[in-house]
C-alpha cells in the first residue's frame, strides 16, 4: 500500500513519513463532539503561545524543522503562519467537513504537515519519493503545478497526489462521500518518529469522533 524509494531515502536520511488508513468512515458536515474537542485545541494554542511572539514560536523545535526545509525553496511554512492566526488573532481552525477538520485539529495541534485523500480514488500503491523537477499535478484550487526539484512528494499510479511544498491533489481529495479515507504525513529532519506517531494516533481518535465504526487498516512511520 505504501512503498519508500531509495532516492528520498538518499535525498532525506534522517526525515520520516507518516500513513494512516481509515476504513468505515463517514464525512459529515458537522460533528458536535469534534467540534467541542476543537475549541480546546484552540484555547491551549491561545494559552500556550500568549505572551510569546514570532521569534519566539519560530524557535520550537518542530517549526525549525520545517523553516529549514521551507527555506530551501524560498518558502514559509504555512502552517506557522495558520498558528499565529489561531493563537493571536482570534481566528478557528477552519470547518470544512468533519474528516478535513480532525485533521486540522491535529495539524494545528501538533503543528505537522498532513494531507487527507480518498482511500477510493487513489490507485495504490502510494510511494514516498524525492521530486526531479519534472513532475506535474492538480493542486487543489485548479491549477497545474510542476514540482521543485528536491521536494518529498507522494504519488499513486495516475500520478502525484501531495509534495511537501505545494500541497495535496484535487484528485484524490475528501469529499462528503468519502468512505474510506488516508492521511499522510511529511517530517523533515530534526521530528522523531514518535512525534509523528502520536500525530497520526490523533487523526485517528479525532475521526472515532467521528465515525466509530471505523477500523483502521495502516498506522505506521516510514524513515
Known amino acids: ?3 519508500v524509494t531509495s532516492a528520498w531515502k538518499s535525498a532525506f536520511p534522517e526525515a520520516h513519513a507518516g500513513v494512516l488508513v481509515m476504513r468505515d468512515v463517514v464525512n459529515p458536515a458537522h460533528q458536535p463532539e469534534l467540534e467541542k474537542h476543537k475549541t480546546e485545541i484552540e ?6 503561545f500568549s505572551g510569546l511572539d514570532r521569534v519566539a514560536m519560530s524557535d520550537l523545535p518542530i517549526l525549525q524543522a520545517y523553516s529549514a526545509y521551507y527555506r530551501r525553496f524560498k518558502k514559509t511554512y504555512h502552517v506557522q503562519l495558520q498558528l499565529e492566526s489561531i493563537a493571536w488573532k482570534g481566528k478557528s481552525i477552519p470547518s470544512v467537513s468533519a474528516l478535513v477538520e480532525a485533521m486540522f485539529m491535529a495539524e494545528m495541534k501538533n503543528m505537522l504537515l498532513t494531507a487527507g485523500h480518498d482511500l477510493d480514488v487513489l490507485h495504490l500503491p502510494l510511494t514516498l519519493d524525492a521530486s526531479n523537477g519534472t513532475e506535474s499535478y492538480t493542486l ?3 491549477n497545474e503545478q510542476v ?21 495535496p491533489d484535487q484528485r484524490t481529495q475528501i469529499t462528503d462521500a468519502t468512505r474510506n479515507v488516508v492521511f499522510t504525513v511529511y517530517a523533515p529532519a530534526g521530528i522523531n518518529e514518535q512525534t509523528v506517531m502520536q500525530h497520526l494516533q490523533d487523526i485517528r481518535e479525532y475521526v472515532m469522533i467521528i465515525a466509530p465504526q471505523a477500523r483502521v487498516d495502516l498506522l505506521k512511520v516510514y524513515g
Open 147 to 167: 514540482l521543485k526539484a528536491g521536494d518529498m512528494s507522494i504519488s499513486d499510479r495516475v500520478g502525484i497526489v501531495s509534495s511537501i511544498v505545494y500541497g
Open 140 to 142: 487543489m484550487r485548479g
Open 1 to 3: 500500500m505504501f512503498e
Open 43 to 48: 484555547a491551549g494554542l491561545r494559552s500556550q
